[in-house]
């Protein structure tokens, strides 16, 4: 008889969501550069990304499920986020202008707060940790806190009083 697999724990699911965004950006990253369809590219993700190992480094399980809905809700509702965006953005910088690592990180967010269940100030503090995992050295996490801190307040107003 099969040993159960034992249920992650807290800290370990946490892990798993926080991976699932990071690969999120990466996906909608590949989909924008290279145009292949989010089917494809989420395959791929599942099948050679989620606890695999690469160059000696071991990726995280990740959870599909967090990773598959960010996807879908990003590709659904693309146009309202990137209008969102776009309003949270200085002028002289509209969402066509910005790194798209950047893009690809404020649709996944937009995403998680305009139709997934995750509290906004959930939403902003994980993305800003993915953005520091991209932009190490940069000023790129405090942008990121302030935009998405700005659609947060439009979108979801009720999460802030």
Known sequence: MP???????????????????????????????????MPEVREQFETH????ELDGETYSEGDVD??????????DRQATIDQATD?????????????PTLRALFRAAGAEIAGLDTPPKVVITEYVDVAKAFF???????????????????IKPDAFS
């Open 3 to 37: 040993r159960p697999v034992p249920k992650p724990s807290r800290e370990e699911k946490r892990q798993m969501r926080s991976a699932s965004r990071l690969f999120a950006v990466q996906a909608l990253f590949q989909m924008e550069q290279s145009g292949q369809p």
């Open 136 to 154: 190490p050295d940069g000023k790129e996490p405090r942008f990121v806190n302030a935009v998405l801190d700005h659609m947060a307040r439009e």
């Open 49 to 52: 990304r989620f606890g695999a």
């Open 66 to 75: 967090l990773f598959r809905a960010t996807l879908s809700e990003a590709l």
């Open 87 to 99: 309003r949270a953005l200085v002028e002289r910088w509209p969402l066509g202008k910005i790194d």
